[in-house]
């Protein structure tokens, strides 16, 4: 069958209106046009309800050649390599339930579709929360997040997405549905399935479920925000932090570019060449002093200028502060790309060193924060296309030197298309092979991941 | 009469295949094959025993070259007894194959004579003395005879000595005697270091122990090793028929391995209706050297030895006997002396008797791995409690050009107690 | 039989002292600790990834069976070599390459043995988390390969957590690093998809661990109860109270009676259960745990609290439940054990089920289990040279692996599946998604030359290879 031909495209559109109920498929671009996505708009977008219309959805745009585009709070549409193909959207923000909260087990059975702070503040009712914090949790969903192995500060204490991930069900890009791990925090029963979907955007099947562990709130926290004049300084503080039985639930950087904000909120001066360093700790109240008293003593051992520790609502908002700082440097900005480096541990303040020397070189205006106890650093490149192309390249062989990679995390559209994203790797032939084997008609998500690779 | 597939059954199939004896096998360690661990070992015995899928004649090397040196038990929670079900192997593979003249020679002939020992040790001091032996060694001509050439490197220049009679003659009457002990000098000292057979009598006086030095024989270890089953009783009988002659509170040795086949002459002789009780009662009696003298209460009345000392247990010692904590208590309390664990310890030094004259270079990379534990010390002592086991421990200390002396733990408490005050 | 041809370009790859093909060596390759036993064709000791990779394509060309096995310590069967051919034997790749503790990173040859890694980083006050019963026999390379668990994965985690990447050999011999020794490496996780896969998709030569800090201070718990739900009861409030501990194990009665025949731990014979608890965490506030902990096993009645005041004191405690599966081998060697994993708080109820399980089938069964997962370990004795024993006895174990699932776990938590478990795969999954499974594996090795025969129950189909040309 033509896709291209209207009446394929209509015929499509009737079927998921067969599925999913006249009233959750939108058609026509004004409809579709919020869904618009790498600079293609969808004919259509459809809300389905179940598991089994997702399989059936999903099914009917094989047998009709369509390409299905799975979407949660579309938070991360502006990362990865660029989709080839956007006929339909699949938006799960209808399946958005929790479907059992095993408070005896400490387990969450979850639709794909329930946003992460609606999530939590289930769990907070009971006391309970995930310790899941990427950036716009406001918006997006537990299965967009799975899907894209999104992570944020407090991996440093309690793991990954992918620790946190017990059990998956997803649909095939065949249509079949497939429930993969369980609701045992060990589980070890066949190929992990689990791992396979997490952070496979899309791209292997429609994530509709899954089961996370999550934990009891802590008593209490605090956050220390440190200013130090000298970055090296502030490295080596990380270093001997990360060498003591001392569990911090953050470890964040930010440069005075990127933390100025941040500085202000905090009643810190944050110059130029200055680094605020930022540590929080949760857990005991015993635990959490002794984290305080022994981060502040590691801190003005190491020649810091400045600590303060916000308490309470002061502290809330600090760390919104901070929390919107990648907002700021991105905004509506075209000119902005974020890069994101990923080094050794031990490496990362040599990183550091090394994206303000480049930008520095090269003229352009970079902002810089860092998950310290990861290796994970984020800079935000500010300039012309060609001039952006070419400091890319640069920061990609600092961190090649430097045994870890450099990609681009999110950037306009142009520039996605322009550049190489990903990394050079030695298993992308296999992961073409896996691609292909689930989803030998490319319908899900075609572009995305190992389909952006050259 | 059952037979040795019956004696072995209930043992055999103790073995659950869970794999923890790996942990503890030396051979193993070094190779990397399944069947030189005792899970390994147990699983091809079984397959020739009770299953009929092998020949015995097949496991030479199965059964050949473990060193027995019970490393393995240690970690077996249903305790598989390894090293008996070796030796029974062994003694069932030399019925089928049948004693070589070599083995004869040194089974029924020379080992059970004290004499004859010592005649053959002067023959060698001789070798050593006119410059044979290395000659025989630089011209490659020691390598003709395999393993065993290999291995002859080890035994060190032979001393001069007048054998046990010497040695009865360096025997004292104390004025006061608190002990009594018959000292088992074994094969080894008289012929090849008299001087520590002096040092384990002088440090026994200190200890207001009174020794008396009988015409006991070869303790039969080395002929049970080989399977020979029969000359090993034989030996058993003419020391347990000595002792009962004695009026001694302890037989007392300083080499491990004697006192472990020592005491295990009750479960030699157990089937022997005549033997059974008087093997019982000589083993009730053996005492090793620290045990003895940690159990009587250890003369404190040492001079400093300001020395790096680190202990290597030996297999009879640690694994057969249980005995650990005893030598390094003694060595603790000697004053000057800084004491460092060594790792793996209780590790066996490759020695196994003559191990090494039949596997040496299995008994060479064992040794190794012992050097790389030592090395790791920064001792400048190491110290043990077998003669087999210094000679190997001398040997790798002397290939790896470590700084390191060796001694039997009598020998430093000998120096220990010279080294005190007013002391003549 | 392996052709001699065959033979004799095995040993140009790896050389005549790294090859064994005797039928004792066969033999003693064709075990591991379950009870079955196939022989192999061959067993070869690679040095180093260029040998391996050689060792693959020939085999690959030939269509050779090929089975990766380490110390071969694993419970389902994993490395029988039921379709014969040729065992990798990774025990000669033992170097640690790299540690690097500001990394907090090891770099190592799969076949260093877990404990061995351990003791060289404990110095440095780091250690690596999975620590499974058998670490001082298994290797690392094993432990991936099952996904291996342990005590102290309660607090910590499980082995996918801390294996950050690898490089692996494929069934045609081309080489891959999965993962990355950095973190947040892009594309798929084929590094996830490879732990627990036991031996099916490939072999890893290399390994970069994740290792972490020593707590700083931990504390071994004795608690004896009457009851044994009343101790699954407290595992249950322990763990809502807030508090993870480094470790939570229970053992029933009758293991405790097995044990103490075989290892002088000091446990009781006469109580109905014991909580073994390993408190671990920052000094000054572990006192605080070890009360409240002791606080909420009085209010689960316990009957005696005991606190290990030693190093001594703790390995002993700690001895006697590394002891207990072999323990158990002393009165029965071939006994079952199952690995079924429930949710946490099902555990009083599992243990009550695994009574039940027992008496119905008239079989003894004596539990150890990771409280703290839900992870159980029922040991099923009987009397091998009875029959119907034996036959009880497999179906009691099928009974436990239903019930797990029925109360909503998994078949194993630990183990793998192997041989052993291979029949309960369907009942557990469906039938799409066992086809997901062999799709990976499809992908990984499409002529099934690692591991064959495992796993997958041989009635589920296999899936028809991918049709139509994707452009991606």
Same mark, same amino acid.
């Given at each position: 069958m033509d896709k291209d031909s209207p009446q394929a495209g209509q015929d499509f559109h009737e079927k998921l209106s067969e599925i999913a109920g006249k009233d959750n498929v939108l058609t026509g671009e004004r409809a579709t046009e919020p869904y618009t996505v790498d600079g293609i708009t969808p004919q259509a977008v459809v809300y389905p309800a179940t598991t089994e219309q997702v399989a059936d959805i999903v099914r009917a745009a094989n047998e009709s050649r369509t390409t299905l585009i799975p979407w949660g709070g579309g938070s991360r549409q502006e990362s990865g390599p660029c989709l080839n193909?956007?006929?339909t959207v699949l938006c799960l923000k209808n399946m958005n339930q929790v479907v059992e909260l095993d408070a005896g087990n400490f387990t969450v059975q979850v639709q794909a579709g329930i946003v992460n702070d609606e999530l939590q503040k289930q769990l907070a009712k009971e006391n309970f929360f995930l310790p899941l914090d990427p950036l716009y949790t406001e918006r997006s969903t537990i299965g967009g997040e799975i899907a894209v192995n999104a992570n944020g500060p407090r991996r440093t204490m309690y793991g990954l997405i992918r620790d946190l991930v017990l059990g998956v069900t997803a649909v095939t890009p065949s249509g079949d549905i497939v429930h993969t791990g369980g609701k045992t925090m060990k589980n070890v029963a066949g190929i992990d399935l689990c791992r396979m979907y997490i952070g496979s955007w899309g791209t292997l099947g429609v994530i509709t479920e899954a089961v996370l562990r999550f934990f009891p709130l802590p008593e209490t926290n605090t956050a220390l925000y440190i200013i130090f004049p000298d970055p090296e300084d502030a490295f080596q503080t990380v270093g001997q932090l990360l060498n003591s039985p001392l569990t911090p639930s953050a470890i964040e950087l930010a440069d005075s570019v990127a933390g100025q904000n941040v500085a202000k909120a905090t009643g810190l001066e944050l110059n130029e060449s200055e680094v605020l360093l930022i540590v929080n700790a949760e857990g005991t109240k015993d635990d959490v002093e002794r984290h305080r008293k022994d981060i502040a003593s590691l801190a003005k051992a190491n020649r810091a200028k400045a600590t303060v520790t916000p308490e309470g609502k002061e502290g809330s908002r600090a760390w919104k502060v901070y929390r919107d700082v990648h907002e700021a440097m991105v905004g509506d900005n075209n000119s902005t790309i974020q890069g994101k480096a990923s080094v050794p541990i031990s490496k990362l303040g040599d990183m550091y060193k090394e994206v303000k020397k480049i930008s520095a070189s090269h003229g352009v205006k970079t902002g810089v924060t860092a998950q310290c106890g990861s290796g994970i650093l984020y800079a935000y490149l500010t300039d012309t296309p060609e001039k952006l192309v070419t400091i890319t390249g640069v920061l990609k062989k600092a961190a090649a030197d430097l045994s870890g990679f450099f990609l681009i995390e999110s950037a306009p559209l142009s520039f996605r298309k322009e550049v190489t994203i990903l990394p050079p790797r030695n298993d992308y032939r296999l992961m073409r092979r896996l691609k292909t084997e689930f989803d030998p008609k490319n319908v899900l998500n075609p572009g995305r991941l190992v389909g952006g690779l050259r | 009469m059952p037979t040795a597939a019956e004696e072995l059954a209930e043992t055999l199939k103790l073995c659950n295949k869970c794999g923890l004896c790996l942990a503890g096998c030396p051979i193993y360690k070094v190779t990397g094959i399944e069947w030189t661990s005792a899970r390994g070992r147990v699983a091809l015995l079984r397959s020739a025993f009770l299953d009929e899928r092998l020949a015995l004649t097949d496991l030479n090397d199965p059964i050949f070259n473990c060193l027995t040196c019970n490393g393995c038990t240690e970690h077996c929670p249903p305790g598989v007894p390894t090293g008996d079900i070796i030796f029974r192997a062994r003694q069932e593979l030399l019925q089928k194959k049948g004693d070589s003249w070599t083995q004869r020679l040194l089974f029924q002939k020379l080992l059970p004579n004290p004499e004859m020992i010592y005649k053959a040790s002067r023959l060698l001091r001789l070798a050593d003395v006119t410059g044979l032996r290395t000659l025989a060694r630089k011209t490659g001509l020691t390598r003709l005879v395999g393993d065993a050439g290999k291995a002859e490197a080890m035994v060190p220049r032979v001393p001069s000595s007048e054998g046990l009679k010497a040695i009865k003659r360096m025997v004292k009457k104390l004025d006061k005697p608190k002990h009594h002990a018959a000292y088992f000098v074994g094969c080894y000292a008289p012929n090849f270091a008299p001087e520590r057979a002096a040092a384990t009598i002088r440090v026994l006086n200190k200890n207001q122990v009174e020794v008396t030095v009988p015409d006991f024989v070869c303790c039969g270890l080395p002929a049970a090793g080989y399977g020979e089953m029969e000359s090993a009783r034989d030996l058993a009988k003419k020391n347990i028929e000595l002792a009962e002659k004695l009026k001694v509170d302890a037989v007392v040795t300083p080499c491990a391995s004697c006192s472990s086949f020592l005491k295990d002459y009750a479960k030699l002789l157990a089937d022997d209706p005549e033997w059974a009780d008087k093997a019982k009662d000589f083993a009730s009696k053996v005492r090793d050297i620290s045990e003895f003298l940690v159990d009587i209460g250890l003369n404190a009345e040492m001079g400093e030895l300001q020395k790096k000392v680190t202990f290597h247990d030996p297999c009879h010692l640690a694994h057969y006997q249980k005995i650990k904590d005893q030598p390094r208590t003694i060595l603790k309390s000697i004053p000057g002396v800084e004491f460092i664990e060594m790792g793996e310890a209780d590790m066996c030094c490759g020695a196994a008797g003559s191990y090494a004259f039949k596997n040496y270079d299995l008994s060479q990379k064992v040794l190794e791995r012992k050097m790389d534990n030592v090395a790791k010390t920064g001792a400048d002592t190491l110290v043990s409690s077998c003669p087999a086991c210094i000679m190997q421990l001398s040997y790798g200390v002397g290939q790896q050009k470590l700084p390191v002396s060796v001694l039997e733990i009598v020998e430093l408490l000998d120096e220990a107690y010279r080294n005190a005050k007013g002391n003549g | 039989m392996m052709a001699q041809n065959l033979i004799k370009d095995l040993t140009k790859i790896v050389g005549k002292d790294n090859i064994l093909a005797d039928l004792k060596d066969l033999i003693s390759y064709s075990y591991d600790a379950t009870m079955r036993q196939e022989l192999p064709d061959v067993i070869v000791f690679p040095h180093n990834t260029e040998e391996v990779q050689a060792i693959m394509r020939l085999a690959h060309q030939e269509k050779i069976p090929v089975v990766p096995r380490g110390a071969g310590t694993n419970l389902s069967g994993g490395t029988i070599p039921v379709k014969g051919g040729i065992i990798i034997e990774i025990s000669r790749m033992n170097r640690i390459l790299e540690i690097n503790t500001a990394d907090r990173r090891v770099v190592v040859e799969p076949g260093v043995i877990n404990l061995d890694l351990q003791n060289v980083l404990a110095p440095l006050g780091y250690f690596y988390p999975p620590d499974p019963a058998s670490q001082k026999s298994s290797t690392l390379g094993g432990n991936i390969g099952e996904n291996a668990g342990g005590p102290m994965c309660l607090r910590y985690g499980v082995t996918s957590k801390y294996v950050c990447g690898m490089e692996i050999v494929l069934a045609d011999g081309e080489v891959i690093n999965a993962g990355d020794y950095v973190e947040d490496y892009p594309g798929y996780d084929l590094r996830g998809l490879f732990i627990g896969s036991e031996g099916m998709l490939g072999i890893a030569t290399k390994l970069i661990l994740h290792i972490i800090p020593k707590p700083e201070a931990s504390q071994t718990m004795l608690a004896i109860f009457d009851h044994l739900e009343d101790s699954g009861q407290a595992v249950s409030d322990i763990i809502s109270a807030g508090i993870v501990p480094g470790a939570m194990e229970i053992l029933d009665q009758k293991m405790c009676q097995v044990i103490e025949q075989s290892v002088n731990a000091g446990y009781p014979t006469d109580a109905a259960g014991i909580l073994l608890i390993e408190v671990a965490g920052l000094a000054d506030t572990l006192e605080k745990q070890v009360q409240e902990i002791s606080e909420i096993c009085r209010k689960n009645k316990v009957r005696e609290l005991r606190i290990a005041q030693s190093n001594a004191e703790r390995d002993a405690l700690w001895k006697g439940r590394r002891g207990a599966f072999g323990s158990v081998a002393r009165i029965c060697p071939p006994y079952i054990v199952c690995d079924g994993t429930v949710p946490r708080n099902k555990l009083p109820e599992a243990l009550h089920k695994m009574g039940e399980i027992a008496e119905k089938n008239k079989v003894l069964i004596v539990n150890v289990a990771h409280a703290g997962d839900g992870n159980l370990h029922p040991l099923i004795l009987f009397d091998v040279n009875n029959a119907e024993e034996r036959k009880a006895a497999k179906i009691a174990g099928e009974n436990v692996l239903d019930a797990c699932i029925d109360m909503g776990g998994t078949i194993s938590g630990e183990h793998g599946i192997g041989l052993e478990k291979m029949g309960a795969m369907s009942s557990m999954f469906d039938p799409p998604d066992i086809a997901a499974m062999r799709r990976v594996k499809h992908v990984f090795d499409a002529d099934d030359i690692?591991?064959?025969?495992?796993?997958? #129950? #041989?009635?589920t189909e296999k899936p028809q290879p991918a049709k139509g040309g994707a452009t991606l």
């Open positions: 193909s956007a006929d | - | 690692f591991n064959p025969g495992k796993m997958f #129950p #041989p009635e």
